[in-house]
């Protein structure tokens, strides 16, 4: 973009989110895993998105499911964007941003905010979830509730393995599943 039209666009962007008019900010962020989407609401860290679930679905998704109004936006996600790149290079443990889980609910919900409870460096198993929550027949619907997880990396469906302590499937791919597990083991 040259530079007037990239501070036309910060201006649409500080003018949409100073009137209230900016639903879904969205921005993307190079990482050792990918190009990440990051999505927030003014209620918080929405969307977590992989290159390979393709960002524009996920835009679309996000248009049909909260708003339409939706701007490339990266002011809001600056904090997210900075304690990320802060977890890639082994500063941060912890996310402290705000959240927003509209996206998930029911029992998805419930394995979604127990993620967090999986500490930095440590693994539980899909069993080990379904039991913690108050559901222990609920192995593949856990692995399901992962799969879905739309704030990955953030809320850590990556510390989940097989009861045999493989891997198992990840929404970004078996190479980035494995470059956060081996991150957070060094």
């Keep these: 973009m040259d530079t007037a039209l990239t501070r036309l666009h910060a201006r649409l962007a500080a003018d949409a989110e100073a009137e209230g008019l900016l639903d879904v900010a969205y ?3 190079d990482t050792p895993v990918g190009t990440l989407l990051l999505a927030a609401t003014p209620a918080g860290l929405v969307r977590v998105a992989f290159d390979v679930e393709d960002h524009a679905a996920v835009l679309a998704t996000l248009a049909l499911r909260l708003s339409p109004r939706i701007l490339h936006a ?3 996600l ?3 964007a900075r304690q990320l790149d ?3 290079a082994k500063q941060r443990t ?3 941003v705000p959240i927003d889980l509209r996206l998930t609910d029911g029992f998805r919900r419930s394995v979604v905010e127990h993620l967090r409870d999986i500490g930095y460096g440590h693994r539980a198993s899909y069993a080990a979830v379904a039991a ?3 559901n222990p027949g609920a192995v593949r619907a856990v692995g399901s509730a992962c799969a879905r997880n739309p704030l ?3 809320i850590p ?5 097989r009861s045999d302590g493989s891997a198992g499937q990840y929404v970004g791919g078996p190479a980035a599943k494995a470059t956060l597990l081996d991150l957070e083991a060094a």
């Design 152 to 154: 990955p990396v953030v």
């Design 132 to 134: 913690a929550v108050g």
């Design 86 to 88: 802060e977890y890639f």
């Design 94 to 96: 912890v996310f402290d």
């Design 78 to 80: 600056d904090p997210i």
């Design 157 to 161: 469906c990556h510390r989940v393995v």
């Design 74 to 76: 990266r002011p809001r």
């Design 27 to 29: 921005r993307t962020l």
